[in-house]
């Protein structure tokens, strides 16, 4: 009965765990460049039981140690692009992050809602610089501003056309190696060492999270019922006990 209690509570912290990601992933649906947290679970016998023999008590110990985890790991598929019309709205189209010179250090993103500071720098919608493949701030002249498809910036106006510089899109060999920061920043592990993407560069576009709203719904409504069938399972063993106590202490 111990084990089947444990097992209960063990379940129901997963799945607490779960519904939390399931509802942070809901509230971004609409967050330009969001990664969805997709969570996962290492039963009993892919852990502690693997390499070892199945009798009663190891399946126990197991059990009450909590063998059942539950985690969650960034989702790094596509987003769905979207045409803005706005020439410094970028999105990527395959693998590779932006990079942004943040106060906290350099921070990866897939939002490329760009503009244009009043001292020509490209930065993000809250002053942030966006880097060039150099990890250096890009500087945009006034004029029409064309951007190719591997991040070219050139401007152009009635006299000249000129080149601005590149912008950088990165990735890593470990998709691990990111973890987020906010809403739709990610900041590498240490040692990290980013890698020049492949990626297409858009303009006039934004990418929208890889999490829609009405899946995102059903994912909670699922993962709340799952929770509350750990509840109940909880209630059953705690009455038994109760049961126990009343009918077994009162003959000692």
């Known amino acids: 009965m111990d084990s089947g209690l444990y097992a209960a509570y063990s379940g129901l912290l997963a799945r607490t765990q779960a519904l939390d990601t399931a509802a942070n992933n809901l509230a971004n649906a609409g967050t330009n460049g969001f990664r969805a947290e997709r969570e996962s679970f290492r039963g009993v016998l892919a852990g502690s039981l693997a390499n070892s023999g199945l009798n009663a008590s190891q399946i126990g110990r197991a059990v009450n140690d909590f063998g059942v ?20 709205d970028l999105a990527v189209d395959g693998p590779g992050f932006f990079a942004i010179q943040t106060p906290q ?56 056309s000129a080149i601005a510089g590149q912008i950088g899109t990165f990735t890593f060999a470990d998709p691990t190696a990111l973890s987020a920061e906010g809403t739709n920043r990610f900041i590498p592990a240490d040692g990290a060492i980013p890698l020049a993407a492949t990626g297409t560069m858009h303009q006039g576009a934004l990418e929208g999270a890889n999490q829609d709203a009405v899946h995102g719904t059903m994912q909670m409504i699922l993962v709340q019922r799952q929770a509350e069938m750990m509840q109940k399972a909880m209630t059953v063993f705690n009455n038994d006990f109760d049961k126990t106590a009343a009918e077994e202490l009162g003959k000692v």
């Open 69 to 88: 985890l539950g985690s969650a790991g960034l989702d790094m598929s596509q987003g769905q692009l979207t045409a803005t019309g706005n020439p410094l």
């Open 105 to 160: 250090g350099t921070r990866y993103t897939r939002d490329g809602a760009f503009e244009r500071s009043p001292t020509g720098i490209l930065q993000t919608r809250t002053g942030e610089p966006v880097l060039d493949t150099q990890g250096k701030p890009i500087t945009v002249p006034t004029g029409t501003v064309l951007v190719g498809a591997d991040g070219t910036v050139s401007v152009s106006t009635a006299d000249s």
